[in-house]
């Protein structure tokens, strides 16, 4: 039973920066991976940002990559997703995803076992 949360969500203008924060719950240890989804109104859920726990290695779709950075804390079982140079078409509602499975298909949301509830980023004009 894993539980997550996502926060730091909010409205900031083009260029702008904002970090999205993750914590999980209800298991202490085990996690394989944890990523980053957001889904834009009229669209399907994209693949944001991944990250394995045992050793950092993250993954980027070319769409974010040089402007999102994942990254993790073992300690306190949170995941954080630094938002740089936004764009109006990253607005969406950003979800945090957990697995606790091996799998070598990070960008499919069918790998992760639990998913947060998600915090909106909106970028305006």
């Known amino acids: 039973q894993v539980q997550l949360v996502e926060s730091g969500g909010g409205l900031v203008q083009a260029g702008g920066a904002l970090r999205l924060s993750c914590s999980a719950s209800?298991?202490?240890?085990?996690?394989?991976?944890m990523a980053w989804f957001r889904r834009a109104p009229g669209k399907e859920r994209e693949f944001v940002a991944a990250i394995l726990w045992i050793d950092e290695s993250t993954y980027y779709p070319d769409s974010v990559k040089g402007r999102f950075t994942i990254s993790r804390d073992n300690a306190r079982n949170t995941m954080s997703l630094q938002l740089t140079s936004l764009k109006p078409e990253d607005t969406a509602v950003y979800y945090c995803?957990?697995?606790?499975?091996?799998?070598?298909?990070?960008?499919?949301?069918?790998?992760?076992?639990?998913w947060g509830v998600g915090t909106q980023v909106t970028v305006s004009s």
């Open positions: 209800g298991r202490a240890f085990g996690v394989y991976s």
């Open positions: 995803a957990a697995s606790y499975r091996t799998t070598p298909f990070m960008m499919r949301s069918e790998s992760y076992d639990y």
